[in-house]
């Protein structure tokens, strides 16, 4: 299985907490920018509401023409620069002013209406906005002071922008963090996944990489290469005692059959009833011996041991070779064993156990099913590998029965004859393995299929 | 017949020898892989038995250190392994035949007598002959007494097994092996039903059947009885 980096729950975390940072960022630097510009917009309200007062305290003291001096006088002399004022009678015609003529149409309705005038400066033709308030003198006429907040404008602008480019970079390195992060996360997680594959492939020997950076993946490495050493040590002890115990058995079985084959070819010859004794003793010996290779192969492939030397092998052909092999015995059976072939099919493995995988199912059949049975052995192609099926009519093996059919020593129906170690299917079990394929045992209604899926 | 054993289990190897010497051979004792070694290289035997494992060295690397000395004497490897991989490496490091332990005194006798009497056959060899049973094996034609048998691909290799081997003892397992190139026993009595069928169309009503069967041992193919 390979990890996609996308779907990883890093990356789910990294995406939320960029999401998170984003909008942290936003509500910060934003209620600042509000902030800053409704204090510059108060401070630019503050003066106008101060002059309209001064101005008017002006007009109720020395009337109309007061104001218009102190107009003038605030225009030219120590007039604070962008002030704009207008004087204007109920007609909105100017009366005095640096406002060439009324900007709005008629009254304004804002509290604090904004308009814009062109001045001319040296050089260039500039256009300001100004923000203004219009107060109604007593007698009708308009006054109207107003501010050019083009610098205020052009601050808030520069605050804006540099607010956006703050939430925007902020949420860039979180993003670029979080990337890393789960880019890290994956690989390290991946390489595991990839180590611990490949352990069950049959590389016992594998471990998983310690970075040396004393992170919680070294520790959880650290912890599971210790459980895989033991595990390990486990295995090759079980196995030295396995192969020290079948060489024990071995050898004086060895021995006895020599021992009896003397006896047996002893002159003068033995007394009729003590040879076929003797022989039949014999074939209790060859039975044992089947027995304890069987067990031998069995913990062979147990032991995840890769094949050694797998070779292509034509399973198709194989097939074909055995049913040829096995036809004449399932005839003599009363049975029909036939062959359904796939053109080629071949995966990489040993030949002699597919043989004998393929033995044992046939045998199997032939043990079970009755006269007139028929036994079927088929091979497809599937994807890059191999579907192997052996089945029959005979009695099969009850649902509740097939998963623990193929365990050692364990036999079924009192129907077929009681012969057999009771591994054969323990063996096919563990050769599939051997081969990194699977076996699985279904109904055939009647009978039992046996399938085995071998990788290409 | 000169035989030297080479077997570290030395009450295996007594009846072994034993066994041997009443079959009519004459048989040299080694009891472990040095000695075999520097016994196999100063005598002259027809043959060599060696077991797979052995103190001191193993009887694959005797027989490399033999071939490599340009000693050719046929080599039958006895082992106590019964993995498949392991016949092949056998095989490879230029032994003849391999055994597994434990063993039917008979099939070692088979395997040393195939061994011994096997000579170069003559590579143009184009036919087989024995009695009036004729193997034309350009053609895959067989003819008994002149007269043509239909015989099935399996039949005629199994037959021409039998003919190459005539006269000698042939047991189940080496025509598992040589014919179907099967290394293990499967438990049905497969060869017996085939030799049955070969026998049916190459011996039924003839006089003088030309397969027979060896108790205890498998068959031999051979003129008379």
């Known amino acids: 299985m390979r990890l996609d980096l996308f779907n990883t729950t890093a990356f789910r975390l990294s995406v939320g907490y960029t999401l998170l940072v984003m909008l942290a960022v936003s509500v910060t630097l934003g209620s600042a920018y509000l902030l800053t510009e409704s204090l510059i917009t108060d401070e630019v309200d503050l003066i106008i509401d101060t002059e309209l007062r001064s101005l008017e305290e002006k007009f109720a003291r020395s009337g109309l023409p007061g104001v218009t001096d102190e107009i003038n006088l605030r225009i030219d002399s120590w007039g604070r620069i962008g002030a704009v004022y207008m004087l204007a009678d109920a007609s909105f015609e100017r009366i005095s002013g640096n406002v060439t003529h009324w900007p709005f149409d008629g009254m304004p309705t804002e509290a604090r209406p904004e308009f814009e005038i062109a001045t001319i400066e040296p050089g260039r033709r500039a256009v300001h906005p100004v923000r203004a308030a219009v107060r109604t003198l007593p007698g009708g006429d308009l006054l109207l002071v107003g501010t050019d907040i083009s610098q205020g404008r052009r601050f808030a602008e520069k605050f804006r922008l540099a607010t956006l480019a703050g939430i925007g970079l902020s949420t860039l390195a979180a993003a670029l963090a979080g990337f890393w992060f789960s880019y890290r996360l994956a690989r390290r997680v991946g390489e595991v996944t990839r180590t611990c594959q490949r352990i069950m492939a049959g590389e016992p020997g594998r471990r998983l990489p310690v970075a040396g950076a004393h992170d919680e993946f070294d520790a959880l490495a650290v912890s599971v290469n210790r459980v895989l050493d033991r595990l390990e040590e486990q295995a090759r002890t079980l196995r030295a005692t396995f192969d020290s115990t079948a060489h024990d058995l071995r050898a004086p079985l060895h021995r006895l059959r020599t021992r009896m084959d003397a006896l047996l070819l002893r002159s003068p010859a033995l007394e009729p009833a003590v040879h076929e004794s003797i022989e039949a003793a014999l074939r209790e010996v060859d039975h044992l011996q089947r027995t304890l290779g069987t067990l031998l192969q069995i913990a062979l492939a147990e032991s995840g041991a890769a094949l050694a030397s797998p070779a292509a092998v034509d399973v198709d052909e194989l097939a074909a070779e055995l049913v040829e092999l096995f036809e004449p015995v399932a005839a003599a059976h009363g049975l029909i064993l036939e062959c359904v072939r796939a053109g080629a099919a071949v995966v990489q493995g040993n030949r002699q156990l597919l043989a004998q995988l393929l033995t044992n199912l046939i045998e199997n059949s032939l043990k079970y099913v009755p006269a007139g049975g028929r036994i079927r052995v088929a091979v497809q192609g599937r994807g890059a590998g191999v579907r192997l099926t052996v089945s029959d009519n005979g009695p099969g093996i009850a649902a509740a029965d097939r998963a623990r059919a193929a365990q050692p020593f364990v036999r079924f129906g009192g129907g077929g004859n009681q012969e057999g170690s009771g591994l054969g299917l323990s063996l096919v079990a563990a050769i599939a393995r051997l081969h990194r394929g699977r076996l699985e045992l279904q109904g055939n209604d009647p009978g039992l299929r046996v399938v085995v899926d071998l990788p290409g | ?225």
């Open chain 2, 1 to 225: 017949m000169q035989v030297l054993l080479i077997e570290d289990d030395t009450e295996a190897a007594r009846f072994l020898v034993k066994g041997l010497r009443e079959s009519g051979y004459r048989v040299d004792h080694a009891a472990d892989g040095r000695e075999g070694l520097s016994r196999a290289t100063e005598g002259q035997f027809d043959l060599i038995i060696t077991d797979r494992m052995l103190p001191h060295l193993d009887g694959l690397a005797i027989i490399e250190l033999l071939r490599a000395k340009g000693i050719g004497t046929p080599v039958l490897v006895l082992s106590a392994l019964g993995a498949v991989d392991d016949r092949v490496r056998g095989l490879r490091a230029g032994g003849d035949d391999y055994l597994t332990k434990p063993f039917a005194f008979a099939e070692l006798l088979a395997r040393i007598e195939a061994l011994l009497r096997r000579r170069p056959q003559a590579p143009h060899t184009t036919r087989l002959k024995v009695e009036d049973l004729e193997f034309d094996l350009l053609a895959r034609r067989v003819t008994r007494g002149g007269r043509e048998l239909e015989l099935t691909a399996r039949e005629l290799k199994l037959l021409e097994f039998l003919m190459r081997r005539a006269g000698q003892v042939v047991t189940r397992t080496m025509l598992l092996e040589g014919v179907w190139d099967l290394h293990f026993d499967p438990q049905s009595n497969l060869i017996d039903v085939h030799i049955s069928r070969l026998r049916q169309a190459i011996d039924r009503g003839s006089d003088h059947p030309l397969i027979h069967t060896v108790r205890g041992s498998g068959y031999v193919l051979r003129s008379d009885a």
